[in-house]
């Protein structure tokens, strides 16, 4: 069965600290991996990873995959009490329906002043 | 900017009661889908659709039904609401591409007393 692990489930620091946030995978044909950004609404989207080794960017949010060890991780430097916001990851496969998503149950993060 | 509005935020229904949740999309996607989020679970696709009254199974369709009438709207049904579809509902569309992005909207969280 296909499966995506968050660790860790929840994640207290300080503003101003470093964290990165692990996602692993178990897919049968792998296609991509997205990360979202959920606050108390809508999630929003942050990256789409297809291939291993390349970095996205996002000012001070980056990722990156590795679908040798099956896992991505997302890092957010000089966190401010805004990034406080469950992190999901996702996996979509091939095959099956279109754009269907396999989610992790996501990491909360909190960011304290 | 996509935009994925839903009918209510809060819905407070009591159990036996049928309960209709609407999605709309404005950006004409292909793809629609129903999420239940539930603490420790992440994200559940209960029912997505392809195009204009086609749909498939999630993983956990028990309970629900849905009706894609018209390509902006996609409604989930719950035909007798029990307490344990007391959660948060979230509905996302997507484009037809390899590589689009879920877009999401902001959530239905539903009580069922």
């Known amino acids: 069965e296909d499966k995506v692990v968050q660790s860790p489930l929840s994640l207290v620091v300080h503003e101003g600290d470093t964290v990165t946030l692990n996602c692993s995978y178990e897919?049968?044909?792998?296609?991509?991996l997205l990360w979202y950004k959920q606050e108390k609404k809508a999630p929003t989207f942050l990256f789409m990873l297809?291939?291993?080794?390349i970095e996205k960017k996002s000012g001070r949010l980056s990722s990156i995959l590795d679908k040798k060890e099956l896992f991505s991780i997302l890092n957010i430097t000089a966190t401010q009490t805004g990034d406080s916001a469950v992190y999901l990851c996702?996996?979509?496969?091939?095959?099956?329906?279109?754009?269907?998503?396999?989610f992790g149950t996501g990491t909360l993060l909190a960011v304290q002043p | 900017d996509v935009k994925v509005t839903q009918s209510s935020r809060y819905l407070v229904k009591r159990t036996g009661e049928k309960v209709f949740l609407e999605c709309v999309q404005d950006m004409d996607h292909e793809n629609m889908f129903w999420y239940r989020q539930d603490p420790g679970l992440g994200l559940r696709l209960i029912y997505f659709s392809y195009d204009v009254k086609m749909k498939e199974k999630g993983d956990i369709p028990e309970g629900y039904s849905v009706s894609r009438e018209k390509k902006e709207r996609f409604s989930l049904i719950l035909e007798s609401a029990s307490t344990n579809q007391t959660s948060m509902y979230l509905c996302?569309?997507?484009?037809?591409?390899?590589?689009?992005?879920?877009?999401f909207g902001p959530g239905t969280r539903l009580t069922v007393l």
């Open positions: 996302a569309s997507s484009g037809e591409g390899t590589y689009n992005e879920q877009f």
């Open positions: 996702a996996v979509r496969p091939y095959g099956g329906a279109t754009n269907k998503l396999i």
């Open positions: 897919v049968t044909n792998f296609r991509s």
């Open positions: 297809t291939s291993s080794g």
